[in-house]
C-alpha cells in the first residue's frame, strides 16, 4: 500500500487507533454492563467484582514502560495489532471462567496485553500529528475509542444476553456468549489493524517530526527524562485522575442498575438496561468531550494556554460531580446529567500525551508516557480493588444504596489531589 500513505493517510492511522482503543475500553469493562449475572453465576458479592475489575489493572500497570519503549523501537503497527488479537484470545477464555480465581486468572492476561493500547497509540499518533493536530488527535481516539468500547461493555453487552443469547443453540448461552461473540469482533480489529497501520509517515512526504531530528530542549535530553520533577508530578495527576476513571465506569453502571431497582421499582432485567442507559450519557460525555477538548487545547496552546492546566481544571471540577453522587437522585435526568459531566470533564486527561511529546520529544513519546501512564494504572487499579470494600464498610443498615457512598468520596478526593498535582506541573513546566 505505499502509494497510499501520504499525507492523508494520517485520518485511516487515527481511525484504526479508534477502533484498536476500543477494544482495550470493551475489553477491560465487559465485566460491568455483565455484573448481575457473573455474580449470580460465580457466587460474587461487591467486595470480589472490585477484585476481578482490578485483576486486569496490575499487570496493565506493569505492562506500560516495556509496551511503550516496544512502540518507540519497532513501531506501533506491529505492537497494537498482534496485541489486539492476543487481547481477543485471551477474552474468549475468560467467558470460559467457572470460579473467582479462573476469571481473575484470565483478566490478569488480558490487562498484561491489553496495554498495546494507550502508549503505543499515542506514541503512533506523536508521529504522524504535528503540533497543530495533536490534541485532537489525540481527544479524538481517546473520546471516540473509549466511548465505543465502553459503549458496547454497558449497553451492548447486556442486550446481547438479554434478547439473542438465552436460549442460543449456536454460542454459548448468556453472558459466556456475549463475552464470547465480542472476543470474535475484537480479532476482527486486531486483523484491520495489522492491515492498515504504518508506524511512521514516510519521510518525504509527510513527517513534521523525524525521529532522528538533533535535541533543541534539555527536557528532550537522554538523561533529562527521570530528573525532570514534572514527569512525577504528572505521574501523581495521572494517578489521581485514573483512580476516578476505573470507579465510575467500574460503579456507575452497577450504582444505577440498584437505583432504578431499589428506588424506581424496576425488575431486574430492566434496571441492568436502564442502569446501561445512564452509563451511555457518561459515555457521550467522553466521546464528546475529549476531541472537544483536544482542539480547544490546540488552539489555546498557540495562546500561550498550556494543555496541562486545562487537564487539571478538568480533573478539578470532577469532584464536585463525585460529591453529587452521594446525594439522593430525584430523578433519572439528574443521574444521566451528572453522568454526562463528568464524562466530560473527567477525561480531559489525554491532554497529557500530547504535553509530554512536546515536552520530552516525539522519539521518546512512549517511553515518557509509559511511566506516567505506570503510576497511574497501579494507582487506579489499588483503588478499584478496595472500592467494594471502601463501599462495603459505609453501608448504613436499611439504606441499601450507602454502600456506593464511601466509593464517591474516595472519587471525589482522588479529583482534589489530581488537580493539585496538575497545576504544580504546569507551573514546572512554563
Known sequence: ???????????????????????????????????????????????????????????????????????????????????????????????????????????????????????????????????????????????????????????????????????????????????????????????????????????????????????????????????????????????AGIIALRLIPGWLTIYAADVYRVHWGFAQDAAVLAGGTIGIWYVLGHVGGSPLVGRVSDRLLALGVSRVAIAATGVGMSALWFGLFTMPMPAPWVLGGLALLIGVTLHTFPLINAAAAERWGVARAGESLGWINLVGQFAGAVSLSVSGYVGMNAARPGQPLSEYAGIWLLGAASCVVGAAAGWLAHRRMK
Open 1 to 239: 500500500m505505499p502509494g497510499l500513505v501520504g499525507v492523508r493517510y494520517r485520518w485511516i492511522i487515527l481511525g484504526c487507533c479508534i477502533l484498536a482503543y476500543a477494544t482495550s475500553h470493551l475489553t477491560r469493562w465487559s465485566y460491568t454492563g455483565l455484573a448481575t449475572y457473573i455474580s449470580k453465576d460465580l457466587h460474587l458479592d461487591k467486595a470480589a467484582l472490585g477484585l476481578l475489575g482490578a485483576a486486569f489493572f496490575y499487570p496493565y500497570a506493569l505492562a506500560q514502560v516495556p509496551w511503550g519503549r516496544l512502540a518507540d523501537r519497532f513501531g506501533g503497527r506491529y505492537v497494537i495489532a498482534l496485541g489486539v488479537l492476543a487481547v481477543a484470545g485471551l477474552l474468549a477464555g475468560f467467558a470460559t471462567a467457572d470460579s473467582l480465581g479462573e476469571a481473575m486468572s484470565w483478566r490478569i492476561g488480558i490487562g498484561l496485553v491489553a496495554a498495546c493500547g494507550f502508549v503505543p497509540i499515542a506514541s503512533l499518533l506523536a508521529r504522524w500529528f504535528d503540533t497543530r493536530e495533536r490534541g485532537l488527535a489525540n481527544g479524538a481516539y481517546y473520546g471516540l475509542g473509549g466511548g465505543l468500547g465502553e459503549g458496547a461493555a454497558f449497553v451492548l453487552l447486556p442486550v446481547i444476553q438479554i434478547y439473542f443469547l438465552k436460549e442460543s443453540g449456536v454460542l454459548l448461552a448468556g453472558w459466556r456468549g456475549a463475552i464470547g461473540l465480542i472476543a470474535v469482533l475484537i480479532g476482527v480489529v486486531g486483523l484491520l489493524c495489522l492491515a492498515l497501520l504504518r508506524s511512521a509517515p514516510p519521510m518525504t512526504i509527510y513527517n513534521p517530526h523525524p525521529l532522528d531530528a538533533p535535541v533543541t530542549t534539555p527536557a528532550q535530553a537522554p538523561t533529562s527524562l527521570y530528573r525532570d520533577p514534572a514527569l512525577w508530578l504528572l505521574g501523581v495527576y495521572f494517578a
